[in-house]
């Protein structure tokens, strides 16, 4: 089961011994009791409902929260947007701070509903030619954990598994001891993001990785967590203590990254999706129909698979043109 993680803002409060606010630490739980929203969502929800009340303290208290203006909203979501360089994160500004101010009116700590003077952000889902990662640092990625020890065996299946099958971290997490048939050398992958089951050969590269991984100590985990891939438990004990995965496949991939360098390069990605990303643009450089790439990508829509061919120089090469020579003048 996946679990809440603290924020480096809630952290902050934590280290210098303050509350957090209240009407933040009100918000979180409307959204776990009244919504009933996934644990996913309410960590989503945080990091920019938490930064707007620091900016604004008046949000912070019920008695005060009445006097925010218009105004204020409307330039702060501008500026702050005009900062973010992901499409993604600017759409969730707003998607977070409109479900805010509804909380606020819907619970009468104001008498007008103030997600209407957040303004809308124009994010064009085609607008910039995404930064994608060469197969090679990929291929390099694979060498760095240590298969000599627990901890590495466990990194290195998890990145081999990424790479081979080109899944979402969340799929990876969700993956059961049940979605590998070892006699029929099948893995399943769960939909998610509302896309399609994966089903796919277990390939022999993997079934090795996970083979070895599970002797090093994967089976000596509490029976009642049934993921493939665990944590080691605290400070890094091997094969005690093991729990779900939750946040840390991005800390796994993204330490990995941090080893080659990767964090100094002009990517902008460092985790699961990255590999993906690179999955995808070289099954295209392969001339892979873009169908084939949307069944193995577990995508619904062709238009999600054609993100990843913007990145594809090879893809976009044929496309070029000279221009055109001046005509002379008769």
Not at 56 to 80: H, L, N, R, W
Not at 287 to 313: C, Q, R
């Amino acid at each position: 089961m996946a679990r809440e993680t603290v924020t480096d803002d809630e952290r902050k409060f934590f280290y210098e011994g303050r509350r957090l606010p209240t009407l933040y630490i009100e918000y979180l739980n409307y959204l776990r009791h009244v919504r009933k929203v996934s644990i996913g969502t309410v960590q989503n929800r945080k990091i920019d409902s938490l930064r707007f009340i620091l900016k604004f303290p008046a949000c912070s208290e019920s008695k005060s929260v009445g006097k925010m203006k218009p105004v204020d909203i409307q330039e702060y979501v501008i500026e702050t947007a005009s900062k973010m360089k992901s499409r993604h994160r600017r759409r969730a500004l707003v998607i977070v701070l409109r479900d805010f101010f509804r909380f606020l009116h819907f619970e009468g700590h104001t008498k007008t509903d103030l997600s209407h003077s957040v303004p809308t952000i124009v994010t064009h889902r085609h607008s910039s030619v995404p930064k994608g990662l060469p197969w090679k640092v990929v291929e390099q990625l694979l060498k760095v954990p240590n298969r000599r020890t627990f901890c590495g065996k466990r990194d290195y299946a998890i990145i081999l598994v990424l790479a081979r099958y080109g899944v979402r971290a969340i799929q990876l997490r969700e993956l059961r001891l049940t979605d590998i048939n070892w006699k029929k050398k099948t893995i399943h992958f769960k939909a998610c993001k509302g896309g399609k089951d994966v089903f796919a050969p277990l390939l022999p590269d993997v079934r090795l990785a996970l083979f070895e991984y599970f002797k090093a100590g994967r089976m000596k985990a509490p029976k009642e967590f049934d993921q493939v891939f665990l944590a080691s438990g605290t400070k890094g004990s091997s094969v005690t203590g093991q729990v779900p995965l939750n946040q840390s496949t991005w800390n796994i991939v993204a330490r990995a990254f941090k080893k080659l360098n990767v964090e100094t390069s002009p990517f902008q990605k460092r985790g699961p999706h990255a590999i993906r990303h690179a999955y995808a643009t070289r099954l295209l450089e392969q001339n892979e129909p873009v169908k084939s790439i949307a069944d193995l990508l577990g995508h619904k829509s062709l238009e999600t698979t054609f993100i990843y061919t913007k990145s594809s120089v090879e893809q976009l090469r044929p496309l070029t043109r000279e221009w055109p020579k001046e005509r002379k003048m008769a």
